[in-house]
């Protein structure tokens, strides 16, 4: 009995680590997305902007 | 016919949208992009219900409901490929014309679609009574294996209209010339 | 109270690091360090027999190309048949455990495809791929998608999903699928630069 708590316990543990870690890398690659496609279609429309007015 | 397919394509050549796409260093390398990543999700979910009828993926889900409900996404994915495809041929019309792999490609497609029409008619007739099987009846396999070749040697064409051993000013062999279509003194692209 | 942070969110503090690791060799400087001594193993990678192959031979390397291409579009599918289905958008009357452990079996078997075909093209324009910096960024977002389906997406969704944040489900969904969008289309790219 004391064992199966315990190891409940230790799934929930592992739950949370393992939700915490996949919010924060997956946070990470959304804003890292947004900047980088940002950046990438800002870069080719001044060029454009440069080479056709 | 060839006459035909040739002039048609100097025409297209000839109009001012056709040259500023092929010109354009970032439009024409947008559609082609649009076109490749595309098949993730065209053949990506084609791939998916061939490989439910071979037993290959998903075998614990009913092949209809695969089926079906994979079929809108690929849709769309072939919409979006099509309309790219024909950008990429509006851009380049002598060249791609005149392509072996690109007339391939065209027959294959034709032949990809009576498959796919043969096959959802067979898997329609007779799904009720395989649909919660792993693999499906050997005919409806047949379908899925053929499908998954004929458009795997689809890509290969897709991706070799891109080198040039064979275009016509440069082959010099007659059979190539014919399937190819080449017209005489036709060089530019 | 660190000693019982580590001790509770390993993983969560190995992703932190991870993340910072691959952010400083894109952008911190880390890659200038090593770069250099690279030059001597991307040189010898064409002397390779894959590198003479795909040197030498135009049509094996093409045909080469359009394998990674049926390799992506598998593992493209995959990738779009799971994330998907945790955003509720296919599938939506299949068992989301079930979408997910099955379509990871045969996003494995088109990664495979993928990576082998890749070092293949990879041998044969060895040199060139070296000075390109799009080259070196799809390495990095491979590796960055790579670690993030086997280390985080896959012991995440090895829970029962249901009883896990629907909004971690759904951001780890979308985060996927930009990861692999970001691989495919810097490969892309590769084509079109140098």
Redesign the interface.
Known sequence: MADDTNSEDKDGVKMKDDQAAALVVAQAFIVFSAIYWFTQIESVRELLQLAYG | MNELIHNLAIWLDDTEWSRMLHESY?MY?WV??TH??T??????????ID?RMLG??????PAS??AE??NL?MLVGFVVMFITGILLFYAVPVRTSQSLWFRLKMVLLVVCAVNAFLFHKRMNESVATWDIEPRAPSRIRLGAMLSLGFW?II??C???I??D?FDCDTSPNTLIDIVSGCVDGQTRF | MIATMFTSYPRTLTAVAALLALLTLAYGGAMDAVYPSLLTVFEWLETTWFGVIGKTWGAAFAFVEAVHLLGLALLGGCVLAGDGRLLGVVLTDVPMQTVVERTHRVFVFGLSICLATGIFMACGVATKIYYLPVYWFKMLALSAGMLFHFQVRRPLLSHDIQSLNPVVVKMVAVASMLVWFMVAATGRWIGFSG
Request: charged letters at 15%; zero cysteines; hydrophobic letters at 60%.
């Open positions: 970032y390398n082609e992009s490749v990543l098949l993730m999700v065209s053949l990506g979910m084609l791939f998916l490989l290959l993926a998903l075998p614990d889900v409901r695969i409900r994979l996404p795997s890509v290969v897709g991706r070799f891109a080198y051993w």
